[in-house]
């Protein structure tokens, strides 16, 4: 049993910073890319960021130059800096891996329960 957990959301003013985390937990042998995606009221589902298992990041050009995306392997932790965020940055913001687990020895996706994130103008 794998489980994913975001944390970090929040309400913020435009032009503020947020801080999201997502921690990997369970039976895992090995993660490769953890990713971010967002889903914003009445809108499909879009991918943010994404960080392959070597740590090269790559970003939607919607948050370019603003977000960072990082982790750290040994706490099976995803991390999504959010600076200069704006209005339309608002959605419910889910963390996604492709797990290994131990048990299948084969990679899957996981996800995680969403952390809202509300930014005002």
């Known amino acids: 049993q794998v489980q994913l957990v975001e944390s970090g959301g929040g309400l913020v003013q435009a032009g503020g910073s947020l801080r999201l985390s997502c921690v990997a937990s369970g039976s895992i042998y090995s993660i490769n890319a953890m990713n971010w995606h967002r889903q914003a009221p009445g809108k499909q589902r879009e991918l943010v960021a994404t960080?392959?298992?070597?740590?090269?990041?790559n970003y939607a050009d919607s948050v370019k130059g603003r977000f960072t995306i990082s982790r750290d392997n040994a706490k099976n932790t995803v991390y999504l800096q959010m600076n200069s965020l704006k209005p339309e940055d608002t959605a419910v913001y889910y963390c996604?891996?492709?797990?290994?687990?131990?048990?299948?020895?084969?990679?899957?996706?996981?996800w995680g329960q969403g952390t809202q994130v509300t930014v005002s103008s």
């Open positions: 960080i392959t298992s070597g740590g090269s990041p």
């Open positions: 996604n891996a492709h797990i290994i687990t131990i048990a299948r020895m084969s990679v899957y996706p996981y």
